[in-house]
T-cell receptor, first 111, second 116 residues
């Protein structure tokens, strides 16, 4: 099965709302964890990453903390904007560097 | 080059035809990935090349799919006898393959394949 499980979408929310996208991973080895984002009409790009337990990745107001005890890497943003509308992918990389991605969560932010 | 370049950007073909999709990774990136993104679905891993090592082909969905990487740079994904279920966006990505940047993938814009 997939080694990354993320919250199913779609998620629709209003501007300035709080966003959380849940992501859990299989705890084999000591993987690095990532969030990638795909904006409409664009290719995937790295949003943030964390390489070890308790690390917090952050970028563009988004944050995610590597939680080994709950095998989670939930993405959060305190106040979303319309420009945050995108598909968000959680990803895991074990020691052999091959990434496996979650199914993606579509987020739509309404003005 | 400055980014990962894929061609063609769009390909429409008839069922049963063969197609080739090309990927030019970032210069110096030793790792190269192919993924498939189908409508309404997530990213499906297809194949992974790392330097001169044997590729990880564990994600190829059938023997109609093959890929090669010549000279450790350009890669070609070939789909033989295409079927309608092969319709998808095929994404190529590359990374440094070692060190802190090993897992930071840079993706191309993708090749959208439509099989009629």
């Amino acid at each position: 099965g997939n080694s990354v499980t993320q919250m199913e979408g779609p998620v629709t929310l209003s501007e300035e709302a709080f966003l959380t996208i849940n992501c859990t991973y299989t705890a084999t080895g000591y993987p690095s964890l990532f969030w990638y984002v795909q904006y409409p009409g664009e290719g995937l790009q790295l949003l943030l990453k964390a390489t070890k337990a308790d690390d917090k990745g952050s970028n563009k107001g988004f944050e995610a903390t590597y939680r080994k005890e709950t095998t989670s890497f939930h993405l959060e943003k305190g106040s979303v904007q319309v420009s945050d509308s995108a598909v968000y992918f959680c990803a895991r990389a074990p020691n052999d560097y091959k990434l496996s991605f979650g199914a993606g969560t579509t987020v739509t932010v309404r003005a | 080059g400055a980014g990962v370049s894929q061609s063609p950007s769009n390909k429409v073909t008839e069922k049963g035809k063969d197609v080739e999709l090309r990927c030019d990774p970032i210069s110096g990136h030793t790792a190269l990935y192919w993924y498939r993104q189908s409508l309404g679905q997530g990213l499906e891993f297809l194949i992974y090349f790392q330097g001169n090592s044997a590729p990880d082909k564990s994600g190829l969905p059938s023997d109609r799919f093959s890929a090669e990487r010549t000279g450790g740079s350009v890669s070609t994904l070939t789909i033989q006898r295409t079927q309608q279920e092969d319709s998808a966006v095929y994404l190529c990505a590359s990374s440094l393959g070692a060190g802190a940047g090993a897992n930071v993938l840079t993706f191309g814009a993708g090749s959208r394949l439509t099989v009629l």
